[in-house]
């Protein structure tokens, strides 16, 4: 990659910061955000581990989980561009993971395998983890597991557990907590909330 090539490319990862989170106002301080660091460092990875070098694209990976708050991406995950990670704490992505254009992901999000148990019976190369597609979003503390595939232009709602296939477009929710009463007590006032639609942004 040509040094104009990387500058457009850098700038266009702040500009996806910037559009993204409503709380970053500049480019400077886009690159303050824990996935500038995570983003950077997996594409220096993921070279590396192209080229046979798994050590040290695992060492690569494994600084960039240290320095930016937990972001674990494999470094032979393939991640197409305008990826976003919100917050950043606490996400892991698997190295089969394929991940598309424009995807945004937040904090505590798991793209992994259904475990070691079942993986080792797979043949050698099979894809252990998920596929997201385009212009996808999965909320805080989502899980999605094994070799399903999300559909681009679908939202993943916080909380949750993904294990089969997503079709394109969709939103898939996890249960809203309904607050209870104790025996006896007076009704809460803000039980007349519960059940309230949530929306989520079209991409």
């Given at each position: 990659?040509?040094?104009?090539?990387?500058?457009?490319?850098?700038v266009a990862d702040l500009d996806v910061i910037r559009d993204?989170?409503?709380?970053?106002?500049?480019?400077g301080e886009a690159l303050l955000h824990p996935s500038v660091l995570a983003v950077w460092t997996y594409?220096?990875?993921?070279?590396?581990y192209r080229k046979?070098?798994?050590?040290?694209?695992?060492?690569?990976?494994?600084v960039a989980r240290l320095l930016s708050g937990g972001i674990e991406i494999?470094?032979?995950?393939?991640?197409?561009r305008g990826f976003f990670v919100d917050h950043g704490a606490g996400v892991v992505i698997g190295e089969t993971a394929v991940i598309g254009d424009d995807v945004t992901i937040f904090h505590q999000?798991?793209?992994?395998?259904?475990?070691?148990?079942?993986?080792?019976?797979?043949?050698?190369?099979?894809?252990?983890?998920?596929?997201v597609g385009d212009r996808v979003v999965i909320g805080a503390n989502a899980t999605v597991l094994g070799p399903v595939t999300i559909g681009s232009d679908s939202v993943v709602g916080a909380q949750a557990l993904v294990i089969d296939d997503v079709p394109p477009g969709s939103r898939v929710l996890a249960p809203i907590a309904?607050?209870?009463?104790?025996?006896?007590?007076?009704?809460?006032?803000?039980?007349a909330v519960v059940g309230t639609p949530v929306d989520f942004p079209a991409w």
């Open positions: 990659m040509s040094l104009r090539s990387w500058y457009r490319a850098a993204r989170d409503p709380s970053i106002t500049s480019r594409r220096g990875a993921h070279r590396l046979g070098l798994r050590r040290t694209a695992r060492l690569v990976s494994v494999h470094p032979g995950a393939r991640i197409g999000v798991t793209l992994g395998s259904v475990g070691w148990w079942h993986d080792r019976k797979r043949p050698v190369g099979t894809r252990r983890h998920p596929v309904e607050p209870r009463r104790k025996q006896g007590s007076r009704p809460h006032r803000l039980a």
